[in-house]
C-alpha cells in the first residue's frame, strides 16, 4: 500500500509538473491548429512569397480569375484576425492576407525598418512578385494606415480603399491607450500575464470566445516579443499623419468603425470625414477596435456593399 501511495504521489508530482511546464505550449498547439483548420475550411492555403528584401508569409484563397483583396492586420496582430470575414469573399474575389514584416510567420529583423513607409514599400513587393496589378485595399489599426498610405503612394495599383478602425490622423478625444501612452505605459508591452488580460479587454468589446490556455499562450507570445512589438512601435509611430495629404486620395473609400473602440477613439472619424469628403462611413454602437473579428458577417456584409460599386475586373 505504502508502494502504490508513493508511487501515485510521485505521478501526480510529474503530472503537475509536465503540466505547468506544456501549459503554453498546449495553448499554441490549440490556436495553431485550430486557425490551420479554419483556413482549410475556408479554402485558404498558406504560403511564402520572396519580394527580395525578405519572405512574406500569407493566406491565399478565392477565386484567382476574379479581382483582388489585400487584407492587412494591425500592429501586433497576424493574418488570422482576417480569415472569418475573408469566408465571405472566397466565391468573388482573390484573397491575398499577408503577415507584415515583423509580425506572425514574416521575420522580425532587428533595424529591418518598420515604418508605414516601409511596410506599403514592401506590399508594392509583394503585387510585383504575385503578378497582380491592382488591388481593393482594406486595414485594420495599423493595417488601416497603411492602406491609406499604399493608396496614397501608389494610386495606380489601388481600386478601392477600406478602412477599419485605422490609425494613421489625430483623434480629438484620446483613447483608454492614448491616456496609458500618457502615462508611461504601453498597454502593447506586456510583462505579465495579467496585463495580458487588461490589454485583450481593450481590443474588442465582442471578442469571439477563446479558451483560457490559448489566452495565457498568447500572453507568453507578447511577453516574448516585448522586445520587438517595441521597435516596431516606435518606427510604426515615427511616420507622420496622413491629413495633408488625404486630400488627394484618387480611389473611393469605406470607413468601418466600433463605437466602443479603446485603442483608436471614435472621434477620429471626424478627422477622416474632413478630411475625405466622399469617404462612406458606418459606425457600429457597441463594437471596439476589431469588427472584423467581433461582428465578422455584418461587417463583411457592408464591405461587399461597397464593393459592390466598383466591380471592375483588374487582373
Known amino acids: 500500500m505504502k508502494k502504490f501511495l508513493l508511487t501515485a504521489f510521485v505521478t501526480l508530482i510529474a503530472g503537475g ?3 505547468y511546464h506544456s501549459y503554453p505550449a498546449l495553448g499554441h498547439l490549440l490556436y495553431t491548429a485550430s486557425m490551420a483548420g479554419e483556413a482549410s475550411i475556408y479554402g485558404f492555403k498558406e504560403r511564402r512569397v520572396d519580394i527580395g528584401e525578405l519572405e512574406m508569409s500569407l493566406y491565399q484563397g478565392g477565386n484567382p480569375e476574379q479581382p483582388t483583396l489585400l487584407m492587412l492586420h494591425g500592429y501586433s496582430a497576424d493574418k488570422n484576425v482576417w480569415l472569418r ?3 465571405h469573399f472566397v466565391d468573388d474575389y482573390h484573397i491575398i492576407i499577408p503577415d507584415m514584416a515583423g509580425h506572425g510567420d514574416t521575420a522580425f529583423v532587428s533595424g529591418g525598418d518598420y515604418s508605414i513607409t516601409a511596410q506599403s514599400r514592401r506590399l508594392q513587393g509583394l503585387l510585383d512578385a504575385l503578378n497582380i496589378d491592382q488591388v481593393h485595399i482594406i486595414g485594420n489599426s495599423m493595417g488601416g494606415f497603411i492602406s491609406a498610405d499604399f493608396s496614397l503612394s501608389y494610386p495606380e495599383r489601388v481600386l478601392t ?3 477599419v478602425d485605422p490609425a494613421g490622423v489625430n483623434s480629438p478625444e484620446p483613447s483608454t491607450m492614448q491616456k496609458l501612452l500618457a502615462e508611461g505605459r504601453n498597454p502593447f508591452l506586456v510583462e505579465k500575464r495579467d496585463q495580458f488580460r487588461e490589454f485583450y479587454a ?3 468589446a465582442k471578442p469571439p470566445w477563446m ?9 507568453e507570445d507578447y511577453q516574448q516579443r516585448r522586445t520587438e512589438l517595441a ?4 518606427d510604426f509611430h515615427s511616420t507622420a499623419l496622413l491629413e495633408p495629404r488625404l486630400a488627394s486620395l484618387r480611389s473611393p473609400a469605406l470607413l468601418l468603425w466600433g463605437s466602443e473602440d479603446q485603442l483608436i477613439h471614435v472621434s477620429s472619424v471626424d478627422t477622416w470625414r474632413a478630411a475625405i469628403p466622399t469617404l462612406e462611413i458606418t459606425v457600429w454602437e457597441g463594437i471596439g477596435h476589431m469588427p472584423m473579428l467581433e461582428i465578422p458577417a455584418e461587417s463583411a ?3 461587399q456593399q461597397f464593393l ?5 475586373s483588374a487582373q
Do not use: Q
Not at 479558451?211 to 500572453?219: I, K
Not at 521597435?231 to 516606435?234: D, S, T
Open 301 to 303: 456584409a457592408r464591405y
Open 231 to 234: 521597435e516596431i512601435f516606435n
Open 161 to 163: 480603399t477600406g478602412l
Open 17 to 19: 509538473l509536465w503540466s
Open 308 to 312: 459592390s460599386k466598383y466591380s471592375e
Open 85 to 87: 470575414f475573408a469566408k
Open 202 to 204: 481593450m481590443t474588442m
Open 211 to 219: 479558451p483560457g490556455v490559448v489566452l495565457d499562450a498568447m500572453a
